[in-house]
């Protein structure tokens, strides 16, 4: 089955510094991917997504790159701020029959240090 | 619009005991997702209901259950709990074929 995982479970980096999460996944069928942000006490919140036929994507300070031939994607965060510090976690969607599929890793807790 | 949301937010029970879950998604959206999270296991996926019909399950026991309304509202349910079973409890709902949109989740503790 599909498996996503996290390269670190914590990062650490200075107010204003830029951050790099980065995520693998198993199953070359998944054709959809998101980022979410999920601080303490609340459920993830979607940050960015990116489709197969992309490489990248670019949000408000927040990049995704898509590697399909390592199956691997990464989060960047520019110019990091406090209000960044959640777990992030990546996510694979590939599709099941009629239905499609979400797989989560496991989550990488960033902490923004002043 | 408001958000996805679950009650109750907390929620402890014993060991053997059953508990239902309840989710109202965003308005307009048809499909609603469960996920339990657990700092071992991170989020995995439980079912998803699409128009009162399961669409999708996840690999778990028989134990975990659901349904889902007209309304688009859900319920999922879990008997005869299991220590193991503590975990936050999460909904999330979907209009297009895609994006998810969460709930705050329910903490359930079994003792």
């Known amino acids: 089955g599909e498996s996503v995982g996290l390269h670190l479970p914590t990062l650490s980096v200075q107010e204003g510094d830029n951050s790099i999460i980065n995520c693998a996944y198993s199953n070359s069928a998944s054709d959809y991917f998101i980022w979410y942000k999920q601080e303490s006490g609340k459920g993830p919140q979607f940050i960015i997504d990116?489709?197969?036929?992309?490489d990248k994507r670019q949000g408000q300070r927040v990049t995704v790159l898509l590697n399909k031939t390592v199956k691997h994607l990464s989060l960047q965060i520019a110019a990091t701020q406090p209000g960044d510090s959640a777990v992030y976690f990546c996510a694979a969607s590939a599709p099941t029959g009629s239905a499609r599929q979400l797989t989560f890793g496991s989550g990488t807790q960033l902490t923004v240090l002043p | 619009k408001a958000g996805v949301t679950q009650t109750p937010r907390y929620l402890i029970k014993t060991r053997g005991q059953q508990v239902t879950l309840s989710c109202s998604p965003i308005?307009?959206?048809?499909?609603v997702s469960w996920y339990q999270q657990t700092p071992g296991q991170g989020l995995q996926f439980l079912f998803e209901?699409?128009?009162?019909?399961?669409?999708n399950k996840g690999n778990f026991p028989g134990r975990f259950s659901g349904r889902q309304f007209s309304n688009s509202r859900s319920e999922m349910n879990v008997s005869t709990l299991e220590l193991g079973d503590s975990a936050l409890y999460l909904c999330a709902s979907r209009d297009s074929y895609n994006e998810q949109f969460f709930g705050p989740g329910t903490r359930l503790t079994v003792l």
């Open positions: 308005s307009g959206h048809r499909s």
């Open positions: 990116i489709r197969s036929n992309m």
């Open positions: 209901y699409f128009s009162e019909t399961q669409r």
